[in-house]
Nanobody, 123 residues
């Protein structure tokens, strides 16, 4: 059974940091790119960042470049999203998803999705 389980969401003050985790199981981690997406209340889903554990290729949305860093621990089949200098506009439910490709792209169709973790940034 394919599973993507997010964790690490919390309430944090503006300027603070959080690290989200996405633990993957049930599929070949090396063959998939993992992406982070977010959806704020009343808004559409937005791609945040993605990574291929096999190629090391990453991509970021312009809105998070320089503040967020994505990384992968292949031994743990886990992808992390380190979020620094958080802003109130980063408030959203964050989801991780898997796309069967070694060349990640935030515009791709992602096959598997987690349940999400809430990030709230207070001003």
């Amino acid at each position: 059974e394919v599973q993507l389980v997010e964790s690490g969401g919390a309430l944090v003050q503006a300027g603070g940091s959080l690290r989200l985790s996405c633990a993957a199981s049930g599929f070949s981690f090396d063959d998939y790119a993992i992406g982070w997406f977010r959806q704020a209340p009343g808004k559409g889903r937005e791609g945040v960042s993605c990574i291929s554990s096999s190629t090391g290729i990453t991509d970021y949305a312009d809105s998070v470049k320089g503040r967020f860093t994505i990384s992968s621990d292949n031994a743990k089949n886990t992808v992390y999203l380190q979020m620094n200098s958080l802003k109130p506009e980063d408030t959203a439910v964050y989801y991780c998803a898997a796309d069967r490709t070694r060349y990640p792209n935030l515009s791709s169709w992602y096959e598997y999705w987690g349940q999400g973790t809430q990030v709230t940034v207070s001003s």
